[in-house]
């Protein structure tokens, strides 16, 4: 049994909180928020405590890993307390919205020896590690082409745009990770072309809501990924990859599998509302996995370099969609 502790008990903290308290390998101790009642409340509906301090989170006495699920600016903070205090953590990402930073982050947990992973839950989704494991076994022969699609149903509030550090950054960053996973190499450029076509106030505080970005790796393969914060048919992700031998595809997922006939025409089921409905069983799949390589003293699913690489990705994403040029990706190491 892993002793947890979870920072944040915000939406996400509280996704959270459910699956470290149903996992049968975590003993989920401690809830801590910077807002006490907010801590309190999610800690008693999973029979936790709320922690009083960060003191209390990180001792390793007490406590085997914790679930870094609070504000973006704290992560690299509590990152490098966890690496201090020998325990392991599970991080959400970025590990800091400052790429520099980020690195001197990881640098210094590792050579802590302590494990720690960023929650790419994208990379546990059934559909796309299966179509991942067609890749590696050479079902496809080598990849000549990867799409992948994601889609969201309702732009965010301004105010959260403002402070997500941009569509690169905030949403396409988890297909960036889906592209260099699926493919087992980094891109070494990428191009981005992007608008503001949903609400003309996300250019003025210069974002877009519409993009596609085209990755070129060192064979010549490509990715393309198309990015939309708003759409008028639900929450749309998918993946098709494309090789020598033949083509796979990972499909939208609908909320449900009926279909009626009537007369000369037919209804299906649509997609999910949200995001979240989609990618929920990710989460829980994601710590599962996290867990088990704690339990046999493996290395984690996803390491802090998988996350530094993706952000450095986003970061160049970023400056293409600015300068309308091709940009050369910067891994740092």
Do not use: C
């Not at 640098?107 to 020896?113: I, K, L, N, T």
């Not at 809501?209 to 929450?235: E, K, M, N, P, W």
Request: proline letters at 3%; aromatic letters at 8%; charged letters at 25%.
């Amino acid at each position: 049994m892993q002793r947890f502790a979870l920072i944040g008990a915000g939406f996400i903290g509280s996704v959270h909180a459910r699956n470290l308290a149903e996992n049968p390998d975590v003993d989920f101790a401690l809830v801590y928020d910077v807002d006490q009642e907010r801590a309190q409340t999610l800690a008693q509906t999973h029979g936790a405590r709320a922690a009083q301090d960060l003191d209390e989170v990180f001792n390793p006495e007490h406590i085997d890993a914790v679930f870094i699920a609070s504000s973006t600016n704290t992560h690299a903070e509590n990152l490098r307390r966890a690496a201090d205090a020998g325990i392991a953590a599970l991080v959400e990402k970025p590990i800091d919205m400052d790429l520099a930073q980020a690195r001197e982050t990881v640098d210094y947990v590792e050579r802590s020896g302590i494990r720690a992973m960023v929650n790419f839950n994208r990379r546990f989704d059934r559909d796309h590690a299966q179509l991942k494991h067609l890749v590696d076994a050479g079902e496809l022969g080598p990849l000549s082409l990867l799409q992948l699609t994601s889609r969201g149903p309702a732009l965010p509030p301004l105010e959260y745009l403002k402070v997500s550090g941009g569509q690169m950054r905030d949403q396409t960053v988890h297909f960036f990770d889906l592209a260099r996973w699926i493919f087992g190499a980094d891109p070494e450029e990428v191009f981005v072309a992007g608008s503001a076509l949903t609400d003309p106030r996300v250019a003025e505080i210069g974002d877009v809501d519409t993009s596609a970005a085209t990755l070129v790796f060192g064979t010549g393969a490509l990715a393309q990924i198309d990015s939309v914060r708003h759409t008028g048919y639900g929450y749309d992700e998918r993946i098709e990859a494309l090789g020598a031998d033949g083509m796979a595809e990972s499909g939208r997922m609908r909320s449900g599998n009926v279909t009626l006939f009537h007369g000369a025409q037919s209804r299906t089921d649509g997609l999910h509302a949200n995001w979240f409905e989609r990618v929920q069983p990710t989460y829980a799949a994601s710590l599962g996995g996290f867990v088990d390589a704690l339990e046999r003293g493996v290395d984690v699913p996803v390491s802090l370099r998988d996350g530094l690489k993706a952000q450095a990705i986003a970061e160049a994403a970023t400056t293409s969609l600015s300068s309308g040029r091709s940009e050369r990706i910067n891994y740092g190491f």
